[in-house]
């Protein structure tokens, strides 16, 4: 959805977590792990934890910021929430497995996410913005308070509605499975709260600027609070390693699945502190990346299936052949990787950086087109 006047903090903001989300799924297909011990390892993972929730939160931003009356965006929000749901369910998942094999193995990744909460947003949208930004904040700052169920026992509705991956996949019957990586709670919230920050960036800059540098520096300063005394908002326990590095890791390992409060204020703080400066950045780099935050959604479809090819060829360049771990269920349960196969980090790099730049000319030429024109499809990809 794009607003009559863009800003380019938002633009470039958003790209920015496009650009940093293909190191996570470079790395699915690199057999590196999500986290642990080493430092670069983990930073490798830490640095695109600000993805979802920046990209989430900005997509309520931009429902704001277009500027439609009631109607017309509850209108849009629910149809272009659906088509993402079934995108999430079909194309997606198929580019992320090249294997129509693993149809039952269902996965909810962001994109569904997104859409449901989306649908949801139809409804939230007909109330004043301040709250709907109430209400964002409210489910984020709340959302720890709901009790790790009893036992094993979780039904499907609330593990797509909370719980998630923290209490396994669902098993539906039949051999399907459903495995939720992003729940709709709290993230219907950190859109939700997205949509109140809207209303923030229409302000004149002075005051936005004030506002932005205030609302991201206080979550920053919760955050570390929390963290540092092992207070409320994320339901695992604080460690504290031995070192300082140790300790640095644990202090920033905390609870994407479901997201945490202690989470979500340690990567949205400081995406909404960097607006300001976003807003004032020029040069190169920043039109370069700003490209693809003019169409995430078509970046967000090329980029999962080129990675994926980009694998399979370093696969048979290494191997002489492409390994069929390379189509099993990618990301959720691709089971052990084969021995021998883990990427060296610079081969991850390297990948990562050759995929961005494929996909420049084409996110170029989409950002383009719909700049040219005015037709609803578009606000569908």
Known sequence: MNSPQRLASVDLLRGAVMVLMAIDHVRVYAGVPPGGPEPAIFFTRWITHFCAPTFVFLAGASAFLAARAPRELSRLLVTRGLWLVLLELTLIHLAWTFNPDHTREQMAGVIWAIGWCMVLMAGLAWLPVKVVGAIGVAIIAGHNLIPAPAGDGVSPLLSILYYGMARGPVDLGGGW???VLYSIVPWIG???????????LRLEPARRDRLCLALGSGAIALFIVL?????YGDPRPFE??????PSLLSFLNTTK???SLQFLLMTLGPAIVLVPALERA???LARGISVFGRVPFFYYLLHIPLIHVLALIVSKLREGGVNAWLFANHPMNPGPVPDGYQWSLGLLYLVFAIAVGLLYLPCRWYAELKARRRGRYLDYL
């Open 282 to 284: 020029r040069g190169v």
């Open 257 to 259: 699945y479901p997201a």
């Open 177 to 179: 499975t459903f495995s």
């Open 190 to 200: 950190v859109m939700a709260a997205g949509y109140g920050f809207g209303a923030i």
């Open 227 to 231: 963290r540092a005394f092992d207070l």
């Open 240 to 245: 504290s390693g031995e070192g300082a590095v």
